[in-house]
């Protein structure tokens, strides 16, 4: 089966080279090596992840020391890093290119074992006549992709000979030595990756399950898959048919909550079920116990940068407990609310919130930047790409927040041929700046936001469905500050931080806090910013009055406010709500607070009512 996959493989890769690279075989562009300060680079980019490779490449090796074979490591753009060898070959390895910084890239030098490898992410062998260009007809590579922690090819492991007879049958041995140690080192870095959670081992033997378990699970606290390894990314198939993270373990075992459960509190280990009948036997590993008590004191404190943006509403409490689970999971979020309630100031919360915190926080409004210049903006761009531009190019937005988040607003102003690109960027997790042809590997967290509603995009056509799914990993709706009952609790905050940075007072008169608590806001917290800004502007030492407020405030139902005898509208001349409320009010001596508890509402709700009809505190006519 290896060997008719091989051989198809191969075929696909001559058709790439001759129909999309547009190589030819006698056309051989000679061994290419990228520079020294290069290779360091990209030695330094795969980090820890390198060390522990070298572990495992310096392991097959001795196995195949001695028999004419190098075990070379490439980075995901075919670039070899590593190599182990003979010393007594290595003059003729080096003129052969099996040396370190050389360029295998399939789209530069045709068929081979480390490019064909990462274009098709297969273990693969390229033996002999396989390869594209005549120059490397002698050589037999055996190559096997090395996954990061979320899937994605972070470099490959390759054993090579110079001149190895036979047909590539011969070369079973080599493939499932390569296939093996890739495994050994990809599930090695998974697990010191994840050390700091709960990581679930299952395996059909339970004699291995601790130490070469078939599938890895990482999980938080609460039971959510945050991680998982090759082998349980092909085996479990999640509900949404993508990836098994960010799933509950309910999602993929019978009685999988109680299991996992059951499994923290015990050192054997038990069976497990799925829901498609498969047994395996399973073990759970507990997180480093300094490293956990760690993650949760750092935890609590970002946490507060969470809860620094809302008061004591209930709806906006229940909106922070999730923000606060989902900062530090490896989730796409889309923030949904009107304009002005909030969306970049919660997404600022949850970076600083979240394990990235350390890193940049990139924020990008898709609709104030014209169409032409958005692509540039965020995908950056190479040196001479454009005349009259930066002669150095320009590192867009993408790369701006390696490392960190990247928030794009509104986005649903995005033009839908961006769209594609960023879909493209989503599924591969690597960008390519416009004018150049070397993507650049990607580690951000994206959140998106917008006020509209994106179901309805989709059904007229001006948004694409897969990037929606793509980007709502998780998604968060803020409700407008009309519906909020810590409005006091806001004023109070905006005010303080708008006096400082004017550098006045934060005073209030009692009657301007009641209008303001009166309106509804339509254009929610940027609004009540505007208005507070404002009016500290124009207000004396004694602090805002009625008069500081801009005109669609201090002007609106004036006279009616200040005159509790004026005549209610037609529609409410009956008074039966008005004395109700007006009775209520009085018999609590207008104790705002208190009333608001009697009726089950926020105080603003009741400022709400008093204003429509026409109620003023006694205390503050004129």
């Given at each position: 089966m290896a060997q008719e996959s091989g051989e198809r493989l191969i075929r696909q890769s001559w058709l790439r080279c001759a129909q999309e690279y547009g190589l030819e075989p006698e056309h051989n562009p000679g061994i290419r090596q990228v520079s020294a300060g290069d290779l360091q680079q990209r030695r330094q980019r795969l980090g820890e992840y390198l060390d522990i490779a070298r572990t495992g490449m310096d392991q097959l090796y001795g196995h195949i020391a001695g028999q004419g074979y190098t075990t070379m490591l490439a980075d995901s753009d075919g670039i070899t890093l590593e190599c182990r060898s003979d010393e007594r070959a290595d003059p003729a390895l080096r003129a052969a290119g099996l040396r370190a910084g050389t360029v295998w890239n399939e789209s530069v030098v045709g068929t081979n074992g480390i490019g064909t490898c990462i274009a098709e992410q297969q273990t693969l062998t390229c033996h002999r006549t396989d390869h594209f260009y005549a120059g490397h007809l002698d050589l037999s590579c055996t190559a096997a992709p090395l996954h990061d922690p979320?899937?994605?090819?972070?470099?490959?492991?390759?054993?090579?000979?110079?001149?190895?007879?036979?047909?590539?049958?011969?070369?079973?041995?080599?493939?499932?030595?390569?296939?093996?140690?890739?495994?050994?080192?990809?599930?090695?870095?998974?697990?010191?990756?994840?050390?700091?959670?709960?990581?679930?081992?299952?395996?059909?033997?339970?004699?291995?399950?601790?130490?070469?378990?078939?599938?890895?699970?990482a999980l938080d606290d609460d039971g959510l898959i945050v991680g998982a390894n090759t082998g349980a990314r092909q085996i479990l198939q999640p509900p949404s048919g993508q990836d098994p993270v960010g799933h509950g373990i309910g999602a993929f075992f019978r009685d999988g909550n109680a299991r996992v459960h059951a499994l923290k509190k015990r050192q054997d280990s038990v069976r497990i079920r799925s829901w498609s009948d498969d047994n395996f036997h399973a073990a759970m590993s507990q997180p480093r116990r300094a490293a956990t008590r760690g993650r949760a004191a750092r935890t609590n404190a970002r946490a507060g940068a969470l809860q620094a943006i809302a008061g004591n509403d209930a709806t906006m409490q229940r909106l922070i407990a999730q923000a606060t689970r989902l900062a530090s999971k490896p989730i796409d979020l889309l923030i949904q609310g009107e304009t002005g309630s909030g969306k970049e100031v919660l997404a600022r919360a949850l970076h600083a919130a979240s394990d990235r915190s350390n890193a940049a926080f990139v924020a990008i409004n898709c609709a104030a930047l014209p169409e032409s210049l958005i692509e540039s903006e965020l995908f950056g761009y190479a040196p001479g790409t454009f005349t009259g531009a930066r002669q150095q190019g320009m590192k867009g937005l993408l790369q701006q927040a390696q490392g960190g988040t990247l928030f794009l607003d509104e986005i649903g102003d995005m033009p839908v041929a961006l769209q594609t690109r960023l879909l493209r960027v989503l599924a591969e997790r690597e960008v390519l700046p416009l004018g150049s042809d070397t993507p650049i590997a990607l580690d951000v967290r994206f959140i998106t936001a917008t006020h509209r509603d994106l179901t309805t995009l989709i059904a007229a056509g001006s948004f694409r469905e897969d990037l929606y799914y793509r980007l709502a990993g998780g998604t968060?709706?803020?409700?407008?500050?009309?519906?909020?009952?810590?409005?006091?609790?806001?004023?109070?905050?905006?005010?303080?931080?708008?006096?400082?940075?004017?550098?006045?007072?934060?005073?209030?008169?009692?009657?301007?806090?009641?209008?303001?608590?009166?309106?509804?806001?339509?254009?929610?917290?940027?609004?009540?910013?505007?208005?507070?800004?404002?009016?500290?502007?124009?207000?004396?030492?004694?602090?805002?009055?009625?008069?500081?407020?801009?005109?669609?405030?201090?002007?609106?139902?004036?006279?009616?406010?200040?005159?509790?005898?004026?005549?209610?509208?037609?529609?409410?001349?009956?008074?039966?709500?008005?004395?109700?409320?007006?009775?209520?009010?009085?018999?609590?001596?207008?104790n705002i607070a208190q009333v608001a508890r009697d009726l089950s509402v926020a105080r603003s709700t009741v400022y709400r009512r008093m204003a429509r009809l026409q109620i003023v505190d006694p205390r503050y006519r004129h």
């Open positions: 979320y899937g994605r090819v972070a470099a490959v492991l390759d054993i090579s000979a110079l001149s190895v007879p036979g047909a590539r049958a011969g070369q079973q041995l080599a493939w499932h030595l390569t296939s093996l140690y890739a495994r050994l080192i990809e599930d090695s870095y998974f697990s010191h990756h994840f050390s700091d959670h709960w990581l679930l081992r299952l395996g059909r033997n339970a004699a291995f399950v601790d130490n070469h378990a078939d599938l890895i699970l968060l709706s803020l409700p407008a500050l009309r519906q909020r009952s810590d409005v006091d609790w806001l004023i109070d905050r905006l005010l303080e931080n708008e006096a400082e940075a004017l550098g006045c007072r934060a005073r209030l008169k009692p009657e301007v806090r009641e209008r303001l608590l009166a309106h509804d806001w339509p254009g929610n917290i940027r609004e009540l910013r505007n208005v507070l800004r404002f009016a500290l502007a124009l207000a004396d030492d004694d602090g805002i009055d009625m008069a500081d407020l801009p005109a669609s405030l201090a002007t609106t139902d004036t006279a009616v406010l200040t005159d509790e005898r004026v005549t209610p509208p037609a529609d409410e001349q009956t008074e039966t709500p008005r004395e109700r409320l007006l009775a209520h009010l009085r018999e609590q001596d207008w």
